[in-house]
């Protein structure tokens, strides 16, 4: 899945080719790679991850740039989780002990991020992130003993970032996120792990 994903994403940006040369305020395409660190509630849960994705700048000519970003990410767990309850019967009475599984967390999400550097035009030097999106979060759990062989757990959550990165030209430039996902509106279902996830990042971005 990774493969096609990341294939998707490089024909993505191949097929939308914005000519930043001649029209430098202009759109351009892009395309993030980061390390994904999980903190608070997935912190003791998972391993850190990767997210990729790709992203249209809209790179005007004051220091107010703004960028549409679409991302996926993965973390793995670090140790089986708790997947439900397996009941056997011993002869005599039933018995419940907990059913365990490997978990594999993957994300897809969309956001606009308004980017304002502290140079004008936006082409270099330092600058601010601010975001607001949504994302959907699928747990895919898998134990001989579960339904299939497996099982995905899916839930939406309003997404909102902040961080700062280095532009060092308008091509290439590097930048760390904090990454909150608020999943309170599923107070009615049972939320794994709370109800807000959050991860921190630390990558770069290349623009076409």
């Known amino acids: 899945m990774t ?3 990341l294939s998707l994403l490089l024909l993505s940006a191949l097929a939308l080719p914005l000519s930043a040369q001649d029209n430098p305020g202009g759109e351009r395409t892009g395309i993030g790679v980061s390390y994904l660190a999980p903190v ?3 912190e003791s849960v998972f391993n850190p991850g990767f997210q990729v994705g790709f992203q249209i700048h809209f790179n005007r000519e004051s220091r107010h740039l703004g960028r549409f970003r679409m991302d996926y990410l993965r973390m793995d767990a670090k140790r089986p989780v708790l997947a439900g309850a397996l009941t056997t019967w011993n002869g005599t009475a039933w018995v419940y002990s907990p059913l365990m599984a490997d978990s594999r967390m993957e994300a897809y999400s969309v956001a606009y991020e308004w980017m304002p550097h502290v140079e004008e035009p936006a082409r270099h030097g330092l600058f601010g992130i601010f975001g607001v999106g949504g994302t959907l979060w699928n747990e895919t759990m898998r134990a001989p003993n579960l339904f299939d062989g497996s099982h995905t757990d899916t839930k939406w959550g309003l997404t909102l970032s902040g961080g700062a990165g280095w ?3 308008p091509t290439f430039s590097v930048e760390a996120r904090y990454v909150y996902s608020d999943l ?4 009615q279902r049972e939320v794994r ?3 807000t996830r959050s991860f921190l990042t630390c990558g770069a971005t290349v623009r076409f």
């Open 184 to 187: 309170t509106f599923h107070q």
């Open 193 to 195: 792990y709370g109800a």
């Open 3 to 5: 493969r096609s994903i």
């Open 167 to 169: 532009r060092f030209n």
């Open 40 to 42: 608070d509630n997935l």
